[in-house]
């Protein structure tokens, strides 16, 4: 992931010490791995298919997403990688209605099985948005450690401070912000705003990072420091990125998955997935070659 | 194909005959319109004259600190003002809590439930009942508990909340539908249970707005009069304990004062003017408080 754009790169790397890991969950949800065995975890779907109501919104799909590596969700409009995306982290079942078939496991343990709560699953598995959206009652500081404080968790200043600076540092907006740390967050810019956002969700050390089109809202330049900004982080996290841009999924992924409806109105499957360069020079799917090659979509 | 500059016919200017009429008509619905909003004016600015011109000469230290001095009439409205001021705010403390929690449940919690449907339509319901069947239900309910003699000021706030609550629960409902759902979302990707995001996130983004609710809420029940007639009565004395004993609040005072005036009919009727005015300015003040809260707190939500 080249960086361009030198002058807006941030200067520090991020902090490498590991903090203690946070309370280990119920069984059968994975628990975190204690400070210095941390690795990220790897997802694994089978078979899923996801409803709303009686509507099917995607079929039968199989795909693993590997630690340490970004893998890219593609398609045109409305073929279901959102919805997807939010199945992996239990929140596509807060739409009324909305329904899980098949079998979705984090690093071999099943997120959907019975006795397992989806607020530990969504504490290990962490979401950007499409839009950024700090909380806007509260400051820079407040925003990035709310992972913490809004669980209740109690922890003293010194703590907390440290966690703030390691994830600001992490998203690349610690020097950016450091002085500001108490105005609110949405007085920053978009791009800030969104790193903002990736400093709140590493915060709580999740295992897994889904970015829902995380750039879609923002310019050029910001774009491209939230890209280097992935390519940074899935040495430390899995990560999966549904973008609508094509350009984006060649520059910044290393694994891409290729969404497809064959007419609206009909679930979203998921047709072929593989290298990126693979994906984008030779495919082996039609459609998928279509899709790249700009025919449709 | 165009030799000539052949204006095509939507872009040639209007010619005189037209364009004078519609001019003549747009000026003659403006007036019509200021004209209408003048007259709407004239009821509240005449009364506010009345009042103020009435009632400031009864404002005095007497009026605002003394009590009535027994049939001889005289005195002041302190006992009222103090009763005005206790009522209230036992009113407040029963409605809000309530209020805000149905509202929450009505917005986050009900979803397309048949409970949810049930209970916005009796909310609308209440928002209709005349405040003398609030006053009579409290008063019921207090004769079945405690015999037909009591009188409380708890029980003037009982019929007042009745009043207040489907207001406050309308006002929260609105406001806290005006949170976006982005920001829930953001705080349920974090790992936070359902009612913490409410505690925590929620409530805070529409503090500034229930807080406006409630206070227009307020004013509207704190010149209420028919319910108290039946319920806290008529007294002479200063009561602060609402759970024993009669206390009277300013419109009833108001009422009082006029109704059976002392031996100097005239200063009955100052004092009663005076009271309407003391409630207006109380009214007054509550909604430039809620105005300033509003916009202290209030948050940018893009």
């Known amino acids: 992931m080249q960086g361009a754009a030198g002058a807006t790169r941030a200067e520090a790397e991020p902090t490498e010490q590991q903090m203690p890991a946070p309370q280990p969950a119920a069984a059968p949800v994975p628990t975190p791995a204690p400070a210095g065995e941390r690795r990220a975890k790897t997802i694994d779907t089978r078979e899923v298919s996801l409803f709303y109501g009686d509507f099917q919104a995607v079929e039968g799909v199989d795909l693993t997403i590997a630690p340490n590596e970004v893998t890219a969700l593609i398609g045109s409009s409305g073929c279901g990688k959102t919805t997807f995306l939010r199945s992996l982290n239990r929140m596509h079942e807060l739409t009324p209605g909305a329904r899980v078939e098949g079998r979705i496991t984090l690093d071999g343990h099943d997120i959907y099985a019975k006795g397992v709560d989806p607020v530990q699953v969504r504490r290990l598995v962490g979401m950007v948005f499409q839009s950024p959206n700090p909380f806007p009652t509260m400051s820079v500081y407040e925003n990035v450690a709310a992972g913490l404080t809004l669980n209740g968790g109690r922890m003293k200043k010194a703590e907390k401070d440290e966690v703030v600076e390691r994830s600001l540092r992490g998203a690349h907006l610690w020097n950016e912000v450091k002085d500001r740390l108490d105005k609110p967050g949405s007085g920053l810019s978009g791009g800030q705003q969104q790193r903002l956002c990736i400093a709140r969700a590493i915060a709580v050390e999740p295992e897994v990072l889904l970015m829902d089109e995380p750039c879609s809202a923002l310019d050029p330049v910001a774009t491209l420091a939230i890209e280097d900004l992935i390519g940074e982080l899935k040495s430390r996290y899995t990560i999966a990125i549904v973008t609508h841009n094509m350009q984006q999924a060649a520059r910044a992924s290393d694994v891409t998955a290729f969404f497809n409806l064959e007419q609206t109105g009909k679930p979203g499957r998921l047709v072929e997935i593989g290298p990126t360069e693979t994906i984008f020079t030779s495919p082996s799917e039609q459609a998928t070659e279509d899709y790249v090659s700009g025919r449709f979509g | ?302």
């Open chain 2, 1 to 302: 194909m165009h030799a000539q500059a052949d204006t095509p016919p939507l872009l040639a200017a209007p010619t005189g005959g037209s364009l004078w009429r519609r001019k003549l008509l747009n000026q003659a619905m403006t007036a019509l319109i200021v004209l209408a909003f003048v007259i709407a004016l004239i009821p509240l600015f005449s009364l506010l004259y009345q009042v103020v011109s009435r009632g400031l000469p009864g404002l005095d230290w007497e009026f605002l600190t003394g009590t009535p001095r027994g049939i001889v009439g005289g005195g002041g409205a302190a006992h009222a003002i103090v009763g005005t001021v206790v009522i209230t705010g036992v009113t407040t403390i029963i409605s809000v809590p309530v209020g805000i929690m149905a509202a929450i449940y009505l917005t986050e919690y009900g979803g397309k439930s048949r409970l949810r449907r049930w209970l916005t339509f009796f909310v609308d319901v209440m928002t209709g009942i005349p405040s003398i069947v609030a006053g009579l239900f409290a008063f019921a309910l207090f004769a079945i508990f405690l015999g037909p003699g009591i009188r409380l000021g708890l029980m003037g706030s009982v019929a007042l909340s009745v009043l207040m609550t489907p207001i406050v629960i309308r006002s929260s409902e609105e406001v806290l539908k005006i949170v976006p759902n982005h920001l829930r979302e953001a705080s349920y990707a974090l790992g936070t249970p359902k009612w913490r995001t409410i505690v925590k996130v929620v409530l805070p983004t529409a503090f500034a707005g229930l807080v406006t609710g409630v206070m227009i809420a307020v004013a509207r029940i704190v010149g209420e009069t028919a319910p108290l007639l039946v319920t806290t009565g008529i007294v002479d004395s200063i009561n602060t304990n609402p759970f024993e004993g009669r206390m009277q609040n300013l419109a009833v005072y108001a009422y009082s004062e006029y109704r059976t005036p002392g031996v100097m009919k005239q200063a009955s009727y100052d004092r009663a003017w005076a009271a309407a005015l003391t409630l207006i300015a109380i009214v007054m003040i509550l909604n430039v408080v809620a105005r300033l809260v509003y916009r202290r707190y209030r948050t940018e939500i893009k």
